[in-house]
């Protein structure tokens, strides 16, 4: 539950947590709240401090761009493939989950739609047989998800929702290069976001001269 307030940025970046007033909150002893915070200092979300407190991480930008590029070579490749067996079950289990995105009203809140951006990114994976895949990129893209929640609650999810579209049109098409295309472009989105977050918000991020190496 800690680790999904941090990636949603409820628990903002820099902000001190008490082990007491979370184990108050959960009405939980506090050795099981230390033990979460080594967990989550080693996923780099949070930063324990010998005799200061544990405080919530930066959001490292180097970690960002890594997950980006690996998650752009993987899921470009699992596209492709998907594109070149895809059958017309697959293609009626992603209309389904375009339908959902599509029905999203634009003042649902940035939550809801990250919850069927990363159900339409694993069914991808799942469909291709490599959930295991889609495992490992979740624990890849920690820092990642804190830069989507906050694009998600700034930007609009229309330009989203369609390139989650020209993605199942490439599949359905049995289109793999398209495919592949597709995916880099939707991928490469948070490149095109990320700037403007940084101007506006650099207090929560720390490594800025990755900016100028984001290719």
Known sequence: ML?????????APGMRVSET????????SRQPVREAFIKL???GLVEVRP???????LISLPAVMTARFIREAVEADIARRLAETADDAMITRLDAAMDEQRALG????????MRLDEEFHRALAELLDQAAVADHLETLKTQM????????????????????????????AR???RADHAMRLHLHEIVVDLPGIVATQAGLFSGLDALDKMV
Do not use: C, K, W
Request: proline share 3%; charged share 30%; aromatic share 6%.
């Open 175 to 177: 289109d793999a290069a």
């Open 51 to 57: 005799q200061r407190g544990t405080f919530v991480s």
């Open 106 to 113: 634009p003042d649902a809140p940035g939550e809801a739609f």
């Open 3 to 11: 680790r999904e307030r941090l990636i949603r940025g409820e628990l």
């Open 21 to 28: 007033e979370i184990a108050s909150a959960y009405a939980v």
């Open 145 to 172: 998800n804190r830069v989507r929640h906050i694009s998600a609650r700034q930007f609009s999810r229309e330009r989203l929702v369609s390139q989650h579209g020209e993605i199942v049109e490439a599949i359905r």
């Open 41 to 43: 200092a080693e996923e």
